[in-house]
């Protein structure tokens, strides 16, 4: 098979036939601070009313298609709180606070109940963070959910992903690996009682962005994503764009009581690789860890440390057992992978 007819992956044919030709193009719009490769593009913008100093608009586009991101089925309330809060969590990872967003949707038939349960549960996310619709586009076809939301972020502080330091220590907010567990037994992959599953399942139905999180986490951590895509995948992102490595200490991210009354295996592989989370991940250096844990109080909200950023090596991530132990090569592979929309 010739490399040209190689199956693409979701970051493979961006970085082909996108990432480089637009960043030619950002040497001409020196207002462009960052482009493609990060949670959000950030956009210089001129001194206003009620900002101080001068300030970045981030901005981050999110597509959702039934089937792919969820269920024929799912509850319309529930998918309008998701759709917007997938990207307000995008602002959350660049420590953006939000302005507004606008909206395309698809549907192949205007169902009139339905658009008034989707758009109370967008509408009650939007008025929690203060995050008004400016507009958008409607039409007719499968149903599909566009949300582009935008916000504003002083550029120097952005947690961006290109901004790890060696030394720094890996953080995650709150639990992880509920969402993968819930998604695991709708599709019969493993069993949950019904309790278990209606605890679980909120995760994966109603995220919730991070953003007074990330607000806070100004001048205080260094790099962030938010966990979409599968922890140790989202994190390669942040290892990769910052040219370090990282030391992850497997059984120490953070899990549900659910979660972590399965096995180690089930744990593993959910906390892991499940993704859809969007929790946050971030770096910090180790003389912020007392504000962390303060902040961590503050808001009520678990924060906890789960490895290093290291120097640059041949192993990106070295994934560390509950004993100390580098797990071996072979079972390190089946948790390094992430989601990918076209794999």
Same mark, same amino acid.
């Given at each position: 098979?010739?490399?040209?007819?190689?199956?693409?992956?979701?970051?493979?044919?961006?970085?082909?036939?996108?990432?480089?030709?637009?960043?030619?193009?950002?040497?001409?719009?020196?207002?462009?601070?960052?482009?493609?490769?990060?949670?959000?593009?950030?956009?210089?913008?001129?001194?206003?009313?009620?900002?101080?100093?001068?300030?970045?608009? #981030?901005?981050?586009?999110?597509?959702?298609?039934?089937?792919?991101?969820?269920?024929?089925?799912?509850?319309?309330?529930?998918?309008?709180?998701?759709?917007?809060?997938?990207?307000?969590?995008?602002?959350?990872?660049?420590?953006?606070?939000?302005?507004?967003?606008?909206?395309?949707?698809?549907?192949?038939?205007?169902?009139?109940?339905?658009?008034?349960?989707?758009?109370?549960?967008?509408?009650?996310?939007?008025?929690?963070?203060?995050?008004?619709?400016?507009?958008?586009?409607?039409?007719?076809?499968?149903?599909?959910?566009?949300?582009?939301?935008?916000?504003?972020?002083?550029?120097?502080?952005?947690?961006?992903?290109?901004?790890?330091?060696?030394?720094?220590?890996?953080?995650?907010?709150?639990?992880?690996?509920?969402?993968?567990?819930?998604?695991?037994?709708?599709?019969?992959?493993?069993?949950?009682?019904?309790?278990?599953?209606?605890?679980?399942?909120?995760?994966?139905? #109603?995220?919730?962005?991070?953003?007074?999180?990330?607000?806070?986490?100004?001048?205080?951590?260094?790099? #962030?994503?938010?966990?979409?895509?599968?922890?140790?995948?989202?994190?390669?992102?942040?290892?990769?764009?910052?040219?370090?490595?990282?030391?992850?200490?497997?059984?120490?991210?953070?899990?549900?009581?659910?979660?972590?009354?399965?096995?180690?295996?089930?744990?593993?592989?959910?906390?892991?690789?499940?993704?859809?989370?969007?929790?946050?991940?971030?770096?910090?250096?180790?003389?912020?860890?007392?504000?962390?844990?303060?902040?961590?109080?503050?808001?009520?909200?678990?924060?906890?440390?789960?490895?290093?950023?290291?120097?640059?090596?041949?192993?990106?991530?070295?994934?560390?057992?509950?004993?100390?132990?580098?797990?071996?090569?072979?079972?390190?592979?089946?948790?390094?992978?992430?989601?990918?929309?076209?794999?």
């Amino acid at each position: 098979m010739t490399d040209s007819a190689k199956p693409l992956g979701e970051f493979d044919l961006i970085e082909r036939f996108f990432k480089n030709r637009a960043n030619q193009q950002l040497k001409n719009h020196p207002e462009i601070h960052l482009g493609i490769g990060d949670d959000c593009a950030l956009i210089g913008l001129e001194k206003s009313l009620n900002t101080s100093g001068l300030k970045d608009l #981030a901005i981050s586009t999110d597509m959702l298609v039934e089937g792919r991101h969820f269920l024929p089925n799912a509850d319309p309330y529930l998918l309008g709180h998701k759709c917007l809060a997938v990207n307000l969590s995008d602002l959350a990872a660049m420590g953006a606070r939000p302005l507004g967003f606008t909206l395309a949707i698809a549907m192949p038939e205007v169902k009139a109940a339905w658009l008034e349960a989707f758009s109370n549960g967008l509408f009650d996310l939007a008025n929690q963070h203060q995050c008004p619709l400016i507009g958008g586009d409607t039409t007719a076809g499968p149903l599909t959910i566009s949300i582009t939301v935008f916000g504003r972020v002083s550029g120097s502080e952005a947690l961006a992903r290109h901004k790890a330091q060696v030394g720094d220590d890996i953080w995650v907010s709150h639990q992880i690996g509920d969402a993968r567990l819930a998604l695991g037994s709708l599709r019969l992959e493993w069993p949950l009682s019904t309790e278990e599953f209606n605890v679980v399942s909120a995760r994966m139905h #109603a995220p919730t962005p991070r953003v007074e999180l990330s607000q806070k986490l100004l001048g205080i951590a260094h790099a #962030a994503i938010d966990i979409s895509d599968g922890l140790l995948g989202d994190l390669s992102h942040i290892l990769l764009q910052s040219k370090v490595s990282a030391e992850v200490l497997i059984d120490q991210v953070p899990g549900s009581d659910v979660l972590n009354s399965k096995s180690l295996e089930l744990q593993r592989l959910c906390k892991l690789s499940g993704g859809d989370d969007y929790e946050l991940c971030f770096t910090a250096s180790t003389e912020k860890s007392a504000a962390i844990n303060n902040l961590s109080k503050e808001l009520g909200l678990a924060l906890t440390k789960i490895g290093k950023i290291t120097s640059s090596s041949t192993q990106l991530i070295t994934l560390i057992d509950g004993d100390g132990h580098p797990l071996p090569p072979n079972l390190s592979a089946q948790y390094l992978k992430s989601f990918d929309h076209f794999k």
